[in-house]
């Protein structure tokens, strides 16, 4: 049931903000919690210890891969499942997936999306991770 479950989206656009919000409110009553940039989400996640984490990949302060790692590296944060959102692909013509995280960082997320993010495979996703 998604009730009760807290979920963190760290994201710099209002707008993508908005739209994860949105998207979460399609699959059920979630405590949705947001920050706008890589170092208000890591202390949020370690304040709030939510069950699921939403990341960007590039904001101001900390990007979402230090942000990532850093919560791997923290024993309170490293067992929150996490979502990466990124738009690398769009802006830059590089592709990067969950796996290449793992080979660079050490640990890979539990599902990298690229944006545009499609909805249904946004609500798949957040589904699976969570048992709904």
Do not use: C, W
Not at 23 to 31: A, P, V
Not at 85 to 102: C, E, S, V
Request: aromatic residues 6%; proline residues 5%.
């Amino acid at each position: 049931m998604a009730e009760n479950k807290k979920i963190l989206i760290i994201d710099d656009e209002p707008d993508a903000r908005a739209f994860s919000e949105a998207m979460l409110t399609e699959l059920g009553d979630f405590e949705i919690e947001t920050a706008k940039n890589g170092l208000e989400g890591l202390q949020k996640a370690e304040l709030i210890k939510p069950d699921l984490i939403i990341l960007d990949v590039q904001m101001p302060v900390m990007n979402g891969f230090q942000v990532f790692k850093e919560l791997r590296r923290k024993g309170i944060t490293e067992n929150i499942p996490v979502i990466m959102l990124t738009g690398i692909a769009t802006t830059t013509g590089l592709r990067y997936d969950a796996k290449d995280m793992g080979i660079t960082l050490g640990s890979e997320p539990n599902a990298f999306i690229d944006k545009p993010v499609e909805p249904d495979e946004f609500h798949k996703t957040v589904s699976q991770i969570l048992g709904l």
